[in-house]
């Protein structure tokens, strides 16, 4: 096939994707670098000095790195024995966990409400058990947005290892064995190191989709927890003011980039040293 | 590692955690009790009664449905073009189209439905209806390209050259000769394209206006506002749509290839 043809094929995609996505994007985020004389970063030097934004921003970032650390955690051991189960099991524990990514993250979060809720089922269970006197406040704290989000994008973690820990040869670890390691040494020393790059794809689906999560923390974190993403929310539709709007988008979208090319970068590294 | 009890029984903590919610929503849904509670007080469909009964949600299912089986449909026509062309031979500017395609999802959703509204909603004045619809199609463009996308690096192109050299168009070879050989990868990115845009929060939150609302929105919306299983028997009813969606994934892409 000659390469103009190629080309045409692409066009109306490009068209589409220029005029409708890019478009947009740069029509938000372009002018919040304008001022009277000419470019200038003074909205965002205004925006870092806030005590109120810095916070809100701190806070994402905060339950964006720890969610991917616990699904780092959970996800390393889960996906290495989904991919060493046998294939029956091995489908039906990776359809249990595509099932809940597939559904609506409103359900997903509405879940968790009734569990974590006043009268929800922990509260009346530690309640009835005379472990609590009265029911605790889980629902609506920054604790519940993590669990939630979690929840949300645990089997994305699992999916994304599943694949690396399938190409990992069994040899290798009954070689460890062989030679005197114990099961936890030969997964610390052998299947960790050689499970990076999908634990490295799945931290930045993990850290990125909870950094811009919006049903989770809205649901879960109730208006005494807001992150970027209910922010930006909140001042474009409730207060109008594009403006600010238009900063947040500009910052969420710079560090989902720094995080996703950080991270790459990070990983090409540790390659380069052979690890 | 079989042997390993601690191991299985950790393993089988953390699929208790995913799946335990999603089971709480169904036993919910069927309460006879007037009230959201757990274990539930008795066997009932009124909880289903409600949601059929409420405007509000029907109207919105059938936006719901509307726009994503059109975003898709219209996401495909742009889409499995573009993904032929990715998946033939290296070219100049390849690796720089390809992340163009897939750019829709680097962006975050709230910054799209931002973007959107005052592009689409404000600038260009397009009714509610076509905005989420657009808004739609842009986001699942990249599920399109990667479902189908792969399933074409798996084809052997000398098919295609084989039906030329015996007369075919370049129009006719792909109708007749590519695209038979990747249906099973049209119909999974069908079906992912489409439960991704039904499920949409963030870009139909900046897109909904009065009278047109997607149900992701409107249950959002209800959810914040009061506590009772009308949510569990619609949540029933999008499982019982995600099953089937699953199902059909798993007999065309097969669900272990949903990995890649």
């Excluded at chain 1, 029509?27 to 934004?53: A, Q």
């Excluded at chain 2, 076509?130 to 000398?158: A, C, K, M, Q, W």
């Excluded at chain 2, 949510?231 to 669900?255: P, R, Y």
Aim: charged share 10%.
């Amino acid at each position: 096939m000659k390469n103009k043809s190629i080309y045409l094929l692409l066009i109306p995609g490009l068209i589409v994707i220029i005029f409708f996505l890019f478009a947009p994007i740069l029509m938000t985020t372009l002018p919040t670098f304008m001022g009277e004389n000419g470019i200038t970063v003074s909205r965002y030097m205004d925006f870092f000095k806030d005590d109120y934004f810095m916070s809100i921003l701190t806070r994402t970032l905060r339950i964006g790195l720890i969610t991917t650390i616990i699904c780092v955690l959970l996800g390393v051991p889960v996906s290495f024995y989904v991919a060493k189960s046998n294939p029956k099991i091995k489908g039906l524990l990776l359809a249990a966990a595509i099932f809940p990514l597939l559904t609506d993250s409103v359900v997903r979060s509405f879940a968790w409400m009734t569990i974590l809720g006043k009268n929800g089922i922990i509260n009346t269970l530690l309640v009835s058990a005379h472990i609590l006197q009265e029911p605790q406040k889980f629902l609506y704290t920054e604790s519940a947005i993590i669990v939630g989000s979690v929840y949300l994008f645990l089997p994305l973690m699992i999916i994304s290892m599943v694949g690396v820990m399938d190409s990992i040869d069994d040899d290798l670890i009954e070689a460890a064995e062989s030679l005197g390691a114990n099961k936890f040494i030969a997964f610390i020393k052998i299947i960790f190191p050689l499970s990076v790059p999908g634990m490295i794809v799945g931290s930045v689906l993990v850290f990125t989709g909870t950094f811009t999560a919006y049903t989770t923390p809205q649901l879960l974190g109730g208006n005494k927890n807001t992150v970027l993403a209910t922010l930006l929310y909140q001042k474009a539709m409730t207060l109008s003011d594009w403006t600010q709007a238009s900063v947040l988008s500009t910052v969420m979208i710079l560090i989902t980039l720094a995080v996703m090319f950080g991270i790459n970068k990070f990983a090409s590294k540790l390659y380069e040293r052979g690890v | 590692m079989k042997g390993n009890k601690l191991f299985t029984f950790f393993v089988i903590l953390v699929y208790v955690f995913l799946c335990v919610p999603l089971l709480i929503i169904i036993t919910t849904a069927f309460d006879s009790g007037n009230i959201m509670s757990f274990p539930p007080k008795g066997f009932s469909l009124q909880w289903f009664g409600k949601a059929f009964h409420s405007e509000t949600f029907m109207t919105t299912l059938g936006i719901s449905f509307k726009v994503a089986v059109l975003a898709t449909f219209i996401a495909m026509i742009i889409g499995i073009p573009a993904a032929y062309a990715l998946s033939r031979k290296n070219y100049r500017g390849k690796a720089v189209m390809q992340s163009i395609f897939l750019s829709p999802i680097i962006v975050p959703g709230v910054v799209l439905g931002f973007a959107f509204f005052r592009f689409l909603t404000i600038k260009l004045q397009l009714d509610v209806f076509t905005s989420l619809l657009i808004g739609h199609v842009i986001i699942v463009i990249p599920y399109i390209i990667r479902v189908v996308g792969s399933s074409l690096e798996n084809l052997d192109f000398s098919i295609e050259d084989a039906a030329v050299s015996l007369g075919a168009t370049k129009l006719k070879a792909f109708f007749l000769v590519i695209l038979p050989n990747v249906t099973s990868g049209v119909i999974a990115a069908f079906m992912l394209a489409f439960i991704n845009s039904f499920n949409n929060v963030p870009v139909s939150l900046f897109l909904t206006g009065p009278g047109v609302s997607t149900l992701p929105i409107s249950m959002l919306s209800y959810v914040e506002y009061n506590y009772d299983p009308t949510i569990s028997a619609l949540s029933v009813i999008l499982m019982v749509m995600t099953v089937l969606i699953m199902f059909v994934v798993e007999k065309t892409l097969g669900i272990k290839n949903f990995a890649k």
